[in-house]
């Protein structure tokens, strides 16, 4: 039967409509909301491809005036890596030191124990940096990780060595294993060490510490990176894709209210100031990342900031935090207002292959969150913030162990405080000779 458009149009004011006619209604203004709010995202969608693209700088004299010229000083961190270095890393570096400039820059590289043939690998690059007079330093570290375990807990003295704990493992070699974190600090500070020295002698003087993992990166993204919020920053992080569109580094990531992300696909963030940056494909606040690639302010480290884990007493209690985080809490600290300043640049995407940066730079316009991954995105992340509950069951955990911590500590000399708490997790990390494990 077709619907009589008059008697349609009287019943609208009645008090009384036929339940037929006001649910048709109903849903009507729904599809019409449905119909807009998809409008409104897809217009959002274009803003954000937009300023991705309007902030992306692809040649070093486009770059804002403050940005020119700095001196970077570049570190990288190798283990078993010599396919990655000899394949791409290398060649890659050699193409940013060519855009940046040899006067600008000085490469270290820490290698240790390797269980191939990176140190040889290595060498090579060493060659290649020192027939081009690049200033660098390559440190090739013959100390395994089982040189390190094989240690033990209690050095020459009889005194305990700090990183070494008590886990559940039943039947290890010294009934303590050592922490993988401490561990990585240490080899963070170490690659930092030239860094120091020319400002001990009062050579050079860095205004950035660029951080390189094993990632694929064009120069154009360290550029653009070096760019972000005008070169005004006291951290800026690429985002990392091992299998996009998910991201990679969940350990460090923290948004702007300290928050884990919500999901590990586009926008990722739960706090509004993160998640409306992101939106808008806009270098976005956070608290805390690391993401393969980052570029930080070198004036803390002058101040005195280093790489640190978690206590030993505190990881004991089954907890740990990535070094990559807890700098940044501590940057806070040595520079008050300094963690108001964290971006991740969503112009900036680097991958653990060449596929996954392919992916992530697919499009003619080189973006990487297609028309329909934003409208998806936009959804279940309203979706997620309305029945996910804002602080976690392993956040609440995290909360008791660490006052509990405290509480037990009140009478012992150890100085019980933990600024890094947003970095801490429910997680145990352990090295063993031919890598590391959870707990
Ligand atoms: C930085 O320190 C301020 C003041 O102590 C604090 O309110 C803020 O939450 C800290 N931010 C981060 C990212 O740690
Ligand atoms: C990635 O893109 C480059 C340049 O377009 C191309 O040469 C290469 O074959 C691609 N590699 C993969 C694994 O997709």
């Excluded at 008090?15 to 897809?42: E, H, K």
């Excluded at 940013?96 to 290595?122: A, C, F, H, P, R």
């Excluded at 300094?338 to 991740?344: D, Q, T």
């Amino acid at each position: 039967m077709i619907p009589n458009k008059k008697q349609m149009d009287l019943t609208c004011g009645c008090r009384d409509a036929p339940p037929l006619v006001s649910s048709l209604l109903g849903l009507a203004t729904l599809g019409a909301l449905f119909v807009l709010d998809l409008l409104t995202i897809l217009k959002h969608h274009r803003v954000f491809s937009a300023n991705l693209i309007s902030h992306t700088y692809t040649s070093p004299t486009l770059l804002p005036t403050p940005v020119q010229n700095q001196k970077i000083f570049i570190v990288a961190q190798f283990w078993t890596n010599a396919h990655i270095i000899s394949e791409r890393w290398g060649q890659a570096l050699l193409d940013l030191v060519g855009v940046l400039g040899k006067e600008n820059v000085y490469i270290s590289i820490l290698e240790s124990g390797s269980m191939d043939n990176t140190k040889e690998v290595l060498q090579i690059l060493d060659g290649v940096l020192e027939q081009n007079n690049i200033p660098h330093l390559i440190v090739l570290d013959s100390t395994t990780h089982a040189d390190e375990i094989n240690a033990g807990p209690l050095d020459e003295q009889g005194t305990p060595r700090q990183g070494w704990i008590q886990t559940t493992t039943v039947g290890t070699q010294w009934g303590k294993e050592l922490r993988r974190i401490p561990y990585l600090a240490r080899l963070r500070n170490t690659a930092l060490k030239p860094f120091f020295k020319f400002h001990d002698e009062q050579e050079q003087n860095f205004d950035k510490i660029l951080f390189l993992n094993d990632v694929v990166f064009r120069p154009q993204d360290v550029l653009t990176l070096l760019a972000t919020n005008q070169g005004s920053f006291s951290a800026a992080c690429a985002m990392d894709f091992h299998l996009p569109p998910a991201y990679y580094d969940t350990f460090a990531l923290r948004d702007t209210e300290g928050l884990g992300t919500i999901q590990t696909t586009f926008p990722y963030f739960r706090s509004i100031e993160s998640r409306e940056a992101m939106l808008k494909g806009m270098p976005t606040k956070v608290s805390s990342c690391w993401n393969g690639m980052i570029v930080m302010d070198s004036a803390p480290f002058y101040e005195g900031l280093r790489f640190r884990g978690l206590s030993d007493s505190l990881a004991s209690k089954h907890l740990e935090a990535s070094e990559c985080c807890l700098i940044h809490t501590d940057m806070n600290v040595t520079m008050p207002g300094a963690g108001n300043r964290i971006y991740v640049n969503p112009s900036v995407r680097v991958g653990y292959t060449v596929a996954a940066y392919n992916t992530t730079h697919a499009d003619p316009d080189e973006s990487f969150v297609s028309a329909t991954q934003y409208v998806t995105g936009v959804w279940t992340n309203r979706l997620r913030r309305s029945v996910l509950a804002r602080e976690t069951k392993m956040m609440k955990e995290v909360k008791r162990k660490m006052a509990r911590w405290v509480k037990e500590g009140e009478n012992s000399l150890e100085k019980r405080e933990e600024n890094g708490e947003l970095c801490t997790i429910d997680e145990q990390h352990i090295l063993i000779w031919n890598g590391w494990k959870h707990v």
